[in-house]
């Protein structure tokens, strides 16, 4: 799947590739997590509200500099 073809996807189908897809990193705010997942040669971030776990929004995007924030995060198996 391209990024183009995640974006054309209704919100529902896009939230079952996130949930099927692998789960890079999570980092967390002072109201926020952030869980970072890898789909094919893109990624998206979930945004949820701590209270609640509530769902807040989901961003698709392949620019590497948006990933800075989840580097030290990211476990790499050798």
């Known amino acids: 799947m391209t ?3 995640f974006r054309l996807l209704d919100e529902i189908e896009q939230i079952e590739a996130v ?3 692998p789960l890079l990193a999570t980092i967390e705010d ?3 997590i952030y869980d970072l997942h890898q789909i094919h040669s893109f990624y998206a971030e979930v945004k ?3 209270a609640g776990r509530m769902f807040n929004r989901m961003k698709a995007f392949k620019k590497r500099d948006l990933l800075k924030p989840y580097l030290d995060k990211i476990k790499i198996d050798l």
Do not use: E, I, T
């Open 30 to 32: 002072d109201d926020f």
């Open 19 to 21: 949930w099927d897809s």
């Open 48 to 50: 949820y509200r701590k």
């Open 3 to 5: 990024l183009f073809q």
